[in-house]
């Protein structure tokens, strides 16, 4: 299973972007996914993440800001960011819990992708 992100970049404070993050391979279906961000010298946060039927959840620093979704049909997790503040300049991972089926059983995994930098500047 592999989880590509892209749309990072740079942009000025106040701007917008927007995260892409799709997932593939041997996939039985997905359970929760979401976002962190790690800036430098600091530690990897949740950002935002989202449950199979849709349930979200957010970090205060984000809440107003960012929108999470999921299309479900594509294993893939989204992320609008409006708004964006010089301290939101991180590399932005996306992750997921897979199911896959390997007969006789399940097995359940938490994938993360490249990670993709977001840089706003001020």
């Known amino acids: 299973v592999q989880l590509q992100a892209s749309g990072g970049g740079l942009v000025q404070a106040g701007g917008s972007l927007r995260l892409s993050c799709a997932a593939s391979?041997?996939?039985?279906?997905?359970?929760?996914m979401g976002w962190y961000r790690q800036a430098p010298g600091k530690q990897r946060e949740l950002v935002a993440a989202?449950?199979?039927?849709?349930?979200?959840n957010y970090a205060d620093s984000v809440k107003g800001r960012f929108t999470i979704s999921r299309d479900n049909a594509k294993n893939a997790v989204y992320r609008q960011m409006n708004s964006l503040k010089p301290e939101d300049t991180a590399v932005y991972y996306c992750?997921?819990?897979?199911?896959?089926?390997?007969?006789?059983?399940?097995?359940?995994?938490?994938?993360w992708g490249q990670g993709t930098q977001v840089t706003v500047s001020s």
């Open positions: 992750n997921a819990e897979v199911l896959t089926i390997v007969v006789p059983t399940t097995i359940k995994y938490t994938y």
């Open positions: 989202i449950t199979r039927g849709g349930s979200t």
């Open positions: 391979g041997n996939i039985f279906t997905i359970n929760d």
